[in-house]
Nanobody, 131 residues
């Protein structure tokens, strides 16, 4: 059963912007953290951004800090990722996730390998950034 669904991916030139959205299914109950991870072919999955669903605290990987902004919708279990100043190295499949540990993984306090056991994942949306 699909409980998270991403949208907004596409192709953009370097320096451009995209907004990704992650919408929860009707009966979905969020964990205490929702976030975005990405994976490029041949590379490990990495945390990008995360937000606490309790207090709204934001976490970012060093590679996207200052360029990406994560936010959550009011009265709706939805998260967004505003991506600015995109670089070719941002090219990847972007996945939305919901898990209590996601914020700690993105913050660097826990290993990204733990994401394999996260409670919920979306199907992914592809982002391609051309040089």
């Amino acid at each position: 059963q699909v409980q998270l669904m991403e949208a907004g991916g596409g192709s953009v030139q370097a320096g451009g912007s995209l907004i990704l959205s992650c919408a929860a299914s009707e009966n979905f109950k969020s964990e205490t953290c929702m976030g975005w991870f990405r994976q490029a072919p041949g590379k490990e999955r990495e945390g990008v951004a995360a937000i606490s669903t309790r207090g709204g605290r934001q976490y970012y990987s060093d590679s996207v800090k200052g360029r990406f902004t994560i936010s959550q919708g009011n009265a709706e279990n939805t998260v967004y990722l505003q991506m600015n100043s995109l670089k070719p190295e941002d090219t990847a499949m972007y996945y939305c996730t919901s898990d209590a540990l996601a914020c700690l993984v993105v913050a660097g306090s826990l290993s990204a390998s733990l994401s394999a056991g996260f409670a919920y994942w979306g199907q992914g949306t592809q982002v391609n950034v051309s040089s």
